[in-house]
T-cell receptor, first 115, second 113 residues
Framework: GAVVSQHPSWVICKSGTSVKIECRSL??????MFWYRQFPKQSLMLMAT?????????EQGVEKDKFLINHASLTLSTLTVTSAHPEDSSFYIC???????????FGSGTRLTVV | AQSVTQLGSHVSVSEGALVLLRCNYS??????LFWYVQYPNQGLQLLLK??????LVKGINGFEAEFKKSETSFHLTKPSAHMSDAAEYFC???????????FGTGTRLTIIP
């Protein structure tokens, strides 16, 4: 079945530094990648949608200069949290969609803690 | 605009009892509906999906859901709960041609031994 590998699983960084999260589709081509943020005991909030080779489309209220998304290939998308602050601490999850069917494959998530 | 409402943020059932998690949707076009399960600190795993074929959808781990257009519902059921079913469950909807998934607020399922 379709697998999306997300790394790192957890990361602790100092306030003001940047953190990169990677999502790779291992056995299919991810034409579209979705990035979500999930606060404790809450639902998933869509941050942005990216199509391979195009600029990401951000949801209202999401700072595109703070959450940089790159989808340069059909198997790799990255989310970079720039100048991270404690309020950016959250669980980030990616989801990839291939060319056929209505399948959304989720990564295992990244727990970001900014101290 | 599409939306999903999950009734009951917490549901507790005894091991071996029926599991019923409720989901109602709103969509301006025929929807595609999904149920996902999330274990602590993990991503989402697809349980089942409805994509305009059979209205009774069978998924993994013994779960099934029935699409009822007249009730705008897509409730998730399992005849007999197992301890390993304890997790967070999310209902989600997307409209044909619109790739965005809209999630419900989730239901935490607790299994009582």
């Amino acid at each position: 079945g379709a697998v999306v590998s997300q790394h790192p699983s957890w990361v602790i960084c100092k306030s003001g530094t940047s953190v990169k999260i990677e999502c790779r589709s291992l056995d299919f081509q991810a034409t579209t990648m979705f990035w979500y943020r999930q606060f404790p005991k809450q639902s998933l909030m869509l941050m942005a949608t990216s199509n391979e080779g195009s600029k990401a489309t951000y949801e209202q209220g999401v700072e595109k200069d703070k959450f940089l998304i790159n989808h340069a290939s059909l198997t790799l998308s990255t989310l970079t949290v720039t100048s991270a602050h404690p309020e950016d601490s959250s669980f980030y999850i990616c989801s990839a969609r291939g060319q056929s069917g209505y399948g959304y494959t989720f990564g295992s998530g990244t727990r970001l803690t900014v101290v | 605009a599409q939306s999903v409402t999950q009734l009951g943020s917490h549901v507790s059932v005894s091991e071996g009892a029926l599991v019923l998690l409720r989901c109602n949707y709103s969509s301006s076009v025929p929807p595609y509906l999904f149920w996902y399960v999330q274990y602590p600190n993990q991503g989402l795993q697809l349980l089942l999906k409805y994509t305009s074929a059979a209205t009774l959808v069978k998924g993994i781990n013994g779960f099934e859901a029935e699409f009822k257009k007249s009730e705008t519902s897509f409730h998730l059921t399992k005849p007999s709960a197992h301890m390993s079913d304890a997790a967070e469950y999310f209902c989600a909807v997307t409209e044909g041609g619109n790739e965005k998934l809209t999630f419900g607020t989730g239901t935490r399922l607790t299994i009582i031994p």
